[in-house]
Every structure is written in structure tokens, then in C-alpha cells.
């Protein structure tokens, strides 16, 4: 199938070491280079759900343009972009933990803070939230709440900020530097995000290695897989009247999954052509407001691209 709207829903390339993620397909290249391409897969309740047009061209590019925007503050991985959807990266030595900042009392799932601060609890993730805060709303400042990187398949468990020292996940030195950055990084994205009328509610960070042993920033980057974009514009309103926010992400699909009464158990239902289209049109949106460029989607069809664009890599 051709068209505008074909989607990367996996790439097939002629390269020893590949791991597939949920997202990401990765290859080890030589020389301490990783090789990341990133699809069209959503994911939501831990699987794929579906396929969103120009979705991994926009993460693969968004997060570039963060990485830019943000190595003033930490190293990051990023060697070079050969092809909209791919990446070339430092392969680094994985830290054990997801770095979760939030700065909104939100979210749903078993590690968001919103439903354990609802059912009564204050000590969360080592820190102590006063009472009265409201659903949505601002926490008094910006938390980091780690989990462990789960494997494949797992949910990824919270833990502590003493834990991480405590259960040798990290030195301590390192973590005081990872607390840091990941605060710098937060107020960065936030500002940023506010100039393009966004609220950065929370996002997730990973972090490496390098092969001297230096911090480097890894993955992705606010990007909207990794993170809470809200609009800000009515937001106060919204909460106010008692409505959640409005999401930049794949909260269309979310919400029809909902409507559908799927909570994650079994396979996904179909869902109207037409929700794909609106996470996509939001996915593209969010990448223009922030980066202030226009969307260029790359050539069709997709993968037979990437081999284009990848044939030094593959020859
Ligand atoms: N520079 C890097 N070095 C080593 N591993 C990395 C690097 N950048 C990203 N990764 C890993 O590659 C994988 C990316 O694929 P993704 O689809 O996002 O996986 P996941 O399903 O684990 O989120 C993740 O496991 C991530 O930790
Ligand atoms: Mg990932």
C-alpha cells in the first residue's frame, strides 16, 4: 500500500544485534554505535494497540531537536540522523532506572501519583505531598519518582529516592548527578513547552554510560511517548469545571479504547480510522508548535527509504 498514509509498522534490515522494543527497533552497530529506528507503533497498556501515521518521524525528530536544545545541560547520545525515522547513537551502558519528573498531581496507571494521593497517601516515591492539592493541579515543585526499568513484558516498579542508593541500583554521587540534570532538563522542557502554550505535566528520562564513563542523556526526550503534554490554554478552566486536561499525546485512542470498555485484558478492539488520524494530526501539531518548523513528512514507501538512506550502514 502506498499513499500518505502508510505507516512503519516494523523494518527489516540485513544487521546482526537487533532488539525490538515496544517502539524502537535497535541494531549494535561497531564502534560503540547503537542504531535506533523508530516506528509508527502505539503502545498503551503495555502493548501494541495500533499504527499512527508520521508518529516515529515526529518522535525520532522532536527528541533531536530536544537533545539539541538541552546538551548545554547533560551529554547526550546522538550522533547523527541518516534518515527522518532513524537515529544513530552512542550505545551506551544503561542506568537501571527510569528518571520520572512530574510536576502535576496526575496520571492513572498503578505508578502515577494522583490515584494513591486520592486514596490517602502522602509519602510518595520518598517524598511528602502536603494535603489539598487538587486533581491535575501544580505540585508544590517538581518531584522525580524513579522506577526500575523493567524487562520486556514487566511493569516497571516505583521505588523510593533513598531506594536507589540503598538497593545499589546507583552510587551516590551519580545519583545527586542524574537528580540534577533531570531537574535541569525538566525546567528547560517546561519553559520551552510554555513559549509553545504547552504544560510539561511529567516526562521520563533514561540515562547511560559512555565509554569513558561519562552521564549521557539516552533514548528519547520529550518527547510525547515520554511525556505529559498539556494544552495550556483553558487548562485552568478545564480544572476548574472539574474536566481533565487536554492531552497532546495518544489520549484520542485512549479515550475510544475506554469507550470500548477495553481496560488492557485480551486483544484491542478495532477502533474508526478516524481516532488514528486524530492522534496523528495531534502528534504533527505538537512537533510544529514546539519546534516552530513545518512538518516535511519523508519520502514513501517508508522502509524502502530507510534502506535508501541506510545503504552505507547495510552495504
Ligand atoms: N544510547 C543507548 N544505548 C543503549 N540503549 C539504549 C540507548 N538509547 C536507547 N536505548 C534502549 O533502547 C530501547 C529503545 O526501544 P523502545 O522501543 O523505546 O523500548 P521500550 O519498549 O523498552 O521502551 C530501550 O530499551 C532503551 O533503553
Ligand atoms: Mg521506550
Known sequence: MGGAHDTLKSVDLDLPHH?????????????????L????RLSAFDRIIGFVPHKGQV????????FERTSDIVANHVLSLPDPNALIAIEASTLPIEVVVRSRLTGSTSTSILPRYL????????HHLPDGLTAHGALPEPIITPTTKADAGEHDVPITMEAVVEDGLLEAGLWTEVQKVALELFARGSTLASEAGFVLADTKYEFGLGADGELLLIDEVHTPDSSRYWSAEGLDDRLDAGLAPEGFDKEPVRLA????GYSGDGEPPALDPAIWQQTSARYVELYERLTGKTFQAGAHPIEERIHHNLAELLS
Open 37 to 40: 529506528v523508530t516506528t509508527d
Open 257 to 260: 479504547l475506554r469507550a470500548a
Open 119 to 126: 486514596a490517602g497517601e502522602r509519602e510518595l516515591y520518598g
Open 59 to 66: 518522535l525520532n525528530q522532536l527528541a533531536a531537536w530536544w
Open 19 to 35: 532488539t525490538s522494543g515496544k517502539v524502537r527497533e535497535a541494531w549494535r552497530l561497531d564502534n560503540g554505535r547503537r542504531l
